[in-house]
């Protein structure tokens, strides 16, 4: 029997570098989707500027009259008056809401704008949360190294955290793509190219799902984005729908990947919220060109990149 009640599907905002239109073809895409929420905006480099503001709100009011729910997505590391300016401009907008994807954003989103707390914000227990709630968050995307029961501690199902109007606060998990673990003010994809950042000729564009990076002994260990580093391995859990529901998880966030992710959104929906079997569905992932191999340690309570077939 379907399983119940829904767990909501969110698209996170594109971590990488891609085209103009290889950007318009994947919300057009993602407005035929099952995804319920689509958070819009680049959070990673001020730089990457193949859409501006503007063009994200058009983008933000086609995907909502598709029926979407549209969040804008505030940038990781604000460095310059350019940034803050941006980020007014998104807490002066009054059509969606808005993820900080830094504490440093909160002050000045914080009142103004509906408000979404990202997974870049330390909130790792009940008072940092509770703290957090009332500033008027709605629901926070849980940090991406906390554990299911973590999850289970700082917003119990039974008794949730709450907004000062009483609304409880909704948790959302990570549960597909490579984990984002650190952002620099120096860019690594132009290191790595040796070229200076303010000249980077924007070489990232050549790597739509990150520069892998490995280890000594050859290994995959980390992927390289611009100013941020992430796993090298993807985040999955697809069969983990049991114990993120325990956790009280009500919203599942998936980053977007190059190849196969309308098919990783398809299957999500169909396990999670259809009650079809995990099975062979993750298996077929790596022929559609998503990228691997898995891990899902963090969310089980072990090292981050280890990965387990059994359900936690």
Request: aromatic share 6%; net charge negative; proline share 6%.
């Amino acid at each position: 029997m379907p399983a119940s009640p829904r767990l909501a599907l969110s698209v996170g905002p594109l971590l990488y570098h891609w085209s103009r239109e290889t950007l318009l073809q994947f919300y057009a895409d993602l407005a035929e989707s099952p995804a319920d929420t689509i958070v819009l905006g680049e959070t990673v480099c001020a730089r990457r500027r193949e859409l501006r503001l503007e063009d994200w709100l058009a983008l933000g009011r086609e995907l909502r009259a598709a029926g979407k729910e549209v969040v804008l997505a505030a940038q990781a590391l604000i460095e310059t008056e350019a940034d803050l300016r941006l980020l007014e401009r998104q807490a002066e907008q009054q059509e969606f809401a808005v993820e900080a994807a830094d504490a440093s954003a909160l002050q000045l989103l914080a009142g103004r704008v509906p408000l979404v707390l990202g997974p870049h914000i330390n909130i790792y227990s009940r008072e940092a949360l509770a703290e957090h709630a009332d500033l008027g968050a709605s629901r926070w995307v849980a940090p991406v190294e906390l554990s299911l029961d973590a999850l289970a501690l700082i917003n119990p199902p039974a008794d949730p955290v709450r907004t000062s109007a009483g609304e409880a606060i909704a948790t959302e998990a990570w549960v597909f793509g490579r984990l984002p673990l650190a952002f620099s003010a120096r860019c690594f994809t132009a290191r790595h190219h040796r070229v200076a950042k303010d000249d980077c000729g924007f070489r990232c564009i050549a790597d739509p799902d990150g520069l892998l990076l490995s280890s000594s002994e050859g290994q995959p260990f980390l992927v390289l984005n611009g100013t941020q580093t992430q796993s090298a391995t993807v985040q999955n859990l697809l069969g983990d729908g049991a114990a993120l529901r325990a956790a009280g998880v009500s919203r599942l966030r998936l980053s977007p990947c190059a190849q196969g992710f309308t098919q990783v959104l398809a299957d999500f929906d169909a396990v999670m919220n259809d009650g079809a079997a995990p099975g062979e569905r993750a298996a077929a992932w790596a022929g559609l060109g998503v990228p691997g191999p898995f891990s899902n340690g963090y969310a089980r309570r072990a090292p981050g990149m280890a990965w387990s077939e059994s359900a936690a």
